[in-house]
Each structure stands twice: as structure tokens, then as C-alpha cells.
Nanobody
Framework: QVQLVESGGGLVQAGGSLRLSCVAS????????MGWYRQAPGKQRELVAT???????NYADFVKGRFTISIDNAENTVYLQMNSLKPEDTALYYC???????????????WGQGIQVTVSS
């Protein structure tokens, strides 16, 4: 059974930093895109950053130069280093992973439960 667990969120003042972590448990035959999305109250979920095992990285324009996504060598943890945080970064942040859990099995998207990031002005 696949499970994604986020940590590292919290309350920070504008200009501060936080580092989110997402640990994946379960068995993966192959891993596709991994990344972070966010959803603010009253808004749709939006992409923040994605990364592949080949280090193909994509950032939303509103985080370029401030956020950095990375993975560990075992590829079971994805990080999001967030610097120069702004009040508009306040949202529930979700970890995402696209993967196959067995040979020939379907490629599916998996989500974490979400973690709150609040940036005060």
C-alpha cells in the first residue's frame, strides 16, 4: 500500500523559510513525476514544482527563484525548500507521486494528506 506523508509545515513570518519533506512508503516498480501542489482557501489546487528521477525539474512561475525541489538518492523522499516566503504562499501543500507498484500494473497518481503552510505579514 502506497502512502505519502508530508512534514515540515507551520507558521512563518514573511521573508522566512520552511522545508517540506514527503516520505513515500510502499513498493514501487517504477516512479514517474514527483512533486508538490498547493491549495489556498477558495482556490483550485495548483502545481508548485515537479521533478523526475532524471532531475527534470519544473517550477510554477510564482515560485521560481524562491523554491527548490529535490529528491534523495533512494528516491523515497521529496523535499521542497521554500525561501523568501510571502503571505500569498499560505496554503495546504500536497505531495504527489506518479508510479507503478508492479510490473505491467497501471501507472497511478498518489497524494499525501496535505500539510499547512501559513505565512504571516
Amino acid at each position: 500500500q502506497v502512502q505519502l506523508v508530508e512534514s515540515g509545515g507551520g507558521l512563518v513570518q514573511a521573508g522566512g523559510s520552511l522545508r517540506l519533506s514527503c516520505v513515500a512508503s510502499g513498493s514501487f516498480f517504477s516512479i514517474g513525476v514527483m512533486g508538490w501542489y498547493r491549495q489556498a482557501p477558495g482556490k483550485q489546487r495548483e502545481l508548485v514544482a515537479t521533478i523526475t528521477s532524471g532531475d527534470n525539474i519544473n517550477y510554477a512561475d510564482f515560485v521560481k527563484g524562491r523554491f527548490t525541489i529535490s529528491i534523495d538518492n533512494a528516491e523515497n523522499t521529496v523535499y521542497l525548500q521554500m525561501n523568501s516566503l510571502k503571505p500569498e504562499d499560505t496554503a495546504l501543500y500536497y505531495c504527489y507521486r506518479n508510479a507503478q507498484t508492479s510490473f505491467g500494473g497501471p501507472r497511478m497518481g498518489y497524494w499525501g494528506q496535505g500539510i499547512q503552510v501559513t505565512v504571516s505579514s
